[in-house]
């Protein structure tokens, strides 16, 4: 150490160092020896050493030698190098990424189909109406129709609900399990009938996350035809009885509560039942007390509500957007328009017709499709009696129409409800009755009158005769009477049929115009009938 002081108070031994060597050996650690096998020079030789003399050059192998001296701007020259080739590294993995995407994309894609479940009976092959469509143009829809007694679930919280499925197809037996994307429901899930109480089934699809049409909570909600009539009875209140004509009803829970009704005759409905099954017509308070009994044995609730000297129902139905009316008239006599023969004719869709439609449309969360309804007294009034969800059947000449609207309305919801794509909805659309053109008119009264008349004149066109006709032997052509009219000599199957009823028609002069019109409405739907 004191040799080291020494030297360093040289100052020619000092200006002889390299650069920062003198900073290192204040500052820090002393420099490491030159070499191991190098001889470190004596006192006396470094002091014989002119100080004249240049620095001796240090032989190459010495560690002096070996590492260059230090230079300000090597550390960033040595750092840009890096950065340099780790972005090229990163240019190339991004080359290569953006190469194999290109190449995956070449590949044609194949998207797993959708399966939709429809639920409904074998008379209608729905797979049909959605062969050849797609989602959105990407997804195909598989279609897997069973009724309810013909499939059973699982439903699980993440994985969602598996259907198992059962049924004869062409007399073999098909099994198959799958998990379905979608439900259309065309089937009562609930009866009182033995074997038809399906809501288990409704309640594990819902358990499942599986979306539906109608939607499974107002399905659920229509397993109780009172329980559907309780959420009319708010629609009366709110809208008034000018506007929705809801017929009066009551309920009891159980027979003990089933006490003598304030008019006769009544109509008596037991339980939860479709298609007229455990309705009965009550004439007096003796017939009440009998009825009473085998509510008791049924061990269910009823309901009563006053019967209406019928002249005609009234069926409305809504499908999506789109609207149609109906007129069924009983032709057999039995006071159930639905039993026996009936003749049923599409009407004039108004105003009022669409707002009962829309207003219970708007039940459980909305329903897609359904229908009201209602009956048209003798009195001239209207009475609403029920309204149907999505397993109303399809009736009159657009049925084909009909199903195809539903196919659509379905798969619009099929691509709002997997896809997130809600498509626009079509404008509101109401299909009106066709009006035959040409052939032989009897009576009198305008056919452009007829057609562009107003709705109330259209129901009264299309009304009256089989209320009046009784079955029984038909009058002869030839015969006559009030309003009866003179006959062509050769007479078609139809205009036959029409003349038939124009002899069965009483009334005064001032009815003809109406009685002609009535009967150019037979003929219509009687061609129509017998063209098949």
Known sequence: MNYLRRRLSDSSFVANLPNGYMMDLQSGPRPTPPSSTSNPASPATERRTPPSLPPQVPASGSALGSSPAPTPGGFLSSFSSVVKTAQLAQNAAAAAKASAAAAEAAKPVIRKPKILLVIDDLHTDWAKYFRGKKLNGEYDIRVEQAEFSEINLASYMNSGCMIDMQAIRGGTKVVRSFKPDFVLIRQHAYSMTPGEDFRSLVIGLQYGGVASINSLLSIYNFCSKPWVFSHMIKLYHTLGPEKFPLNEQTFYPNHTQMVTTPTFPVVVKMGHAHAGIGKIKVENELDFQDITSVVALARTYATSEPYVLSKYDIRIQKIGNNYKAY?????????????????????????????????????????????????????GNDYIIEVMDSSMPLIGEHVEEDRQLITDLVINKMCSVLLGINTPQPSPQTTQPRRAQGGHRSGSGSPSQSAQGSPQRARSANTSPSQDFQPGPIPPPAATGPGSQKQPPQLNKSQSLTNTFTETLKGNATDDEAKAETIRSLRQSFASLFSD
């Open 327 to 379: 007129m069924r008239t009983s032709i057999s006599g039995n006071w159930k328009a639905n039993t026996g023969s009936a003749m049923l004719e599409q009407i004039a869709m108004t105003d009022r017709y669409r707002l009962w439609v829309d207003s219970c449309a708007e039940m459980f969360g909305g329903l897609d499709i359904c229908a009201v309804k209602a009956v048209h007294g003798k009195d």
